[in-house]
């Protein structure tokens, strides 16, 4: 079975730009998470997706970051624009259901704001 | 309110037995999760305790007490490929995860 993908795996880009990253998660799972990891810290949820729709948004910054996940499969997180403070590791997992909270995460993406 | 709370950092031998702690005030209880997680990697899933008491899967145990909040991560035969992070994790009533920062297990040769 395959794991959940996520892509890129690093991205350097400077403040004020914008970036996106996508997230593939387990064949089947219903429930898609987007996480900030920030060193040395625990995951923090930024978003969670049932199928298409959004369960739980309450910590994204909504004025520069956005998420989506149109067809309830792929997910893609945008911040735009970035700030230092966003230098993190973005985590995409998945879950077979919201009540399953079992989840299987992805290798991350390490994203560095200069 | 919610929390976890685990030690940042700990150290241990080569071979040796540790244990790591943590414990939880959550909304509702819908079971204790252990994830590690290796340097520059995604955490990958350990254990999911839903009753109380002690259970094993090879080298490592997870205990837990529901009516003190607490449970803890038992590695033994240490390994230097166990120097990780150790996350502990606990849904709330809504199912979502309410993650400690994590404990540092540093091994020595």
């Known amino acids: 079975e395959a794991g959940v993908a996520q892509s890129p795996r690093y991205k350097i880009i400077e403040k004020r730009q914008s970036v996106a990253f996508w997230c593939n998660p387990i064949?089947?799972?219903?429930?898609l998470y987007w996480y900030q990891q920030i060193l040395g810290q625990g995951p923090k949820l930024l978003i969670q997706?049932?199928?298409?729709?959004?369960?739980?948004d309450s910590q994204l910054p909504k004025d520069r970051f956005s998420a989506e996940r149109l067809k309830g499969v792929d997910s893609t997180l945008k911040i735009q624009p970035a700030k230092l403070e966003d230098s993190a590791v973005y985590l995409c997992?998945?879950?077979?259901?919201?009540?399953?909270?079992?989840?299987?995460f992805g290798p991350g993406t390490r994203l560095t704001v200069l | 309110g919610q929390n976890i709370d685990q030690p940042t950092e700990m150290t241990a031998t080569e071979g040796a037995i540790v244990q790591i702690n943590c414990t939880y005030q959550?909304?509702?209880?819908?079971?204790l999760f252990w994830y590690q997680q290796h340097a520059g990697e995604a955490p990958t899933f350990l254990s999911y305790?839903?009753l109380d008491g002690l259970e094993e899967k090879g080298r490592f145990s997870s205990f837990l007490s529901r009516s003190k909040g607490y449970s803890y991560l038992l590695l033994k035969e240490l390994q230097m490929k166990d120097s990780a992070s150790y996350l502990c994790?606990?849904?709330?009533?809504?199912?979502?995860?309410?993650w400690g920062a994590g404990t540092k297990l540093i091994i020595k040769p």
């Open positions: 997992a998945s879950s077979l259901d919201q009540f399953r909270a079992e989840q299987f």
């Open positions: 064949s089947g799972h219903a429930t």
């Open positions: 997706f049932q199928n298409n729709g959004v369960v739980d």
């Open positions: 959550t909304s509702g209880f819908n079971g």
């Open positions: 305790n839903v």
């Open positions: 994790a606990a849904p709330d009533s809504n199912y979502q995860l309410i």
